[in-house]
């Protein structure tokens, strides 16, 4: 994810562009840029956030009213000043910003380049910028038509903004996938990610819809047209909300809007990678390296936090379905422990940020043993990525929220997709079951959908145990981790104590805790061990325990129970994790938000713990 903004109109467009970008950043922060057209095509762009950006402009150079500026999350190519937006088509005429993955890049690149063109940075961004300028020059014909032919090469997703050096009353903005809104001001316009740059000047938006691009002119005049050359008229809309919201796409809290981005970011992490219809999975970090990884004699799982959970979740997927032993180890515990590692070992290092210092030195300590490092990892070139042999991102998307939410149910899903391929590429899994469950990961992001439609339902609950000082989930099976996950969002944003254990293990201690004050949270989707869940369930209420109980729609034995149901979608239940995580998130968020907690922000914890 990026943020893009432009600007075309009477006043300086480098002001407008640098606010916009600051608040864009959310998006992503790890390089900007802007280019400009005054006399000619003047470019600063950076490594770091919108601020570094500004130390290298030249304040003698920016007088202009129309240009482009970007804020990258990076997908292509390493964090660096190369890579940074905006991207120069060969000739220098043509200068472009993208949010977006161009899945067929490497196949233009190649073509572009036997046609004697030369790339400076690794981004699929600059393949498309030159792709249009070989069009317009092979075809002869307008940049806007070059954009649309273009534009209809191209496999992937995209938010464009093209500024001309030929033409300086002009901008062609298009997308598919991506969001892009034009501002509509008085013989001015601009052009954002999201309207939070545009607010300020104008309440008049158009909201571009996918496979449409917009010729916006200096004199005020706009059109928009289809990817199909059909001319499209726009309603005009007003913004309503306030700069704030915006920024947080509408949500109150970052960590709010991630728990909702949940379903695209799954979608995100499963495209180009699996089909259910054709029966395949291809993880290119595998694939690349199947020959090793298919050899493991042991897998070894690292990490912290949230990511340590999912882990867990990696686990029994792996022996599960591929029937390779697995460890989990707490990275901060493996690295000082002397762990037996040798070179038929696979560690599999699993990081939101990719900073984190154990999970890195962790990786250290393998490598040096001579295992073979797998990292999964959702910001890309991150440390540990560039520190493992090889390796999947997640696309979650950037991650504001300290609590962890959509890194998790990413990260679950690329654990997901590893031990499937594993297990076909072994043969411990038959082809029908390998569709099958593909098929049911696949309709995970609509299930999660519906999931997120109890939000009422469990706000209410959160009321009534909002000041509760104790909480114990409890699951079995694959929901053991989810209890486990459960427990530390709560404890981590509203500061309540909370504790996750296998349902079982209660009676091996937690059962002391329980009485009428207790509020129990029960993950009882599992198929596989119902009867036994109903049993622990029976132990609570026979001690006065408050259940609050996670079930499959149509449940009635535990509805029975229950003094709260949490009814959601059925599915394999080695995909359940992705759907029973869904309420405790929204369980924990809403009890801290009435306990006026910063959920975004939660005391003493940090996004990326850099230290040991
Ligand atoms: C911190 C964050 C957690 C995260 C953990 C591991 O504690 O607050 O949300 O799970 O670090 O971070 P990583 O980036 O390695 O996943």
Redesign the pocket.
Known sequence: MCGIVGYIGKKQAYDILIKGLKRLEYRGYDSAGIALLNGGMTLFKKAGKVIDLEKIVDKNNIYSCIGIGHTRWATHGEPNDRNAHPHLSQSGNLAIIHNGIIENYASIKAELQTRGYVFHSDTDTEVLVNLIEEVQKAENTSLDNAVRIALNEVVGAYAIVILNKNNPNQLIAARKGSPLVIGIGLDEFFIASDASPIIEYTKNVVYLDDQEYAVINMDGSYSIRTLGNIEKSHVIKKLEFSLEKIEKGGFDHFMLKEIYEQPKAIEDALRGRMSAQQGWIKLSGITDYLNRIDKAERFIIT?????WHSGLIGEYLIEDLARVPVEVEYASEFRYRNPILHEMDVVIA???????AD?LAAIEIAKSRQAFIYGICNVIGASIPRASHSGSYTHAGPEIG???TK?FSTQITLLTLIALQLAHSKGTISTPKLREILYELEQIPKKIEETLLLNDSIKEIASIYKNATNFLYLGRGYNFPVALEGALKLKEISYIHAEGYPAAEMKHGPIALIDENMPVVFLATNKSAYEKIVSNVQEVKARKGKIIAVVHKGDTQIRALADHIIEVPETEEILSPLITIVPLQLLAYHIAIMRGCNVDQPRN?????TVE
């Open positions: 990490a912290c936090g949230t990511s699993i990081s939101q940020s990719g900073e984190t999970t300290v609590a962890s890194a914890l940090a996004k990326s713990v």
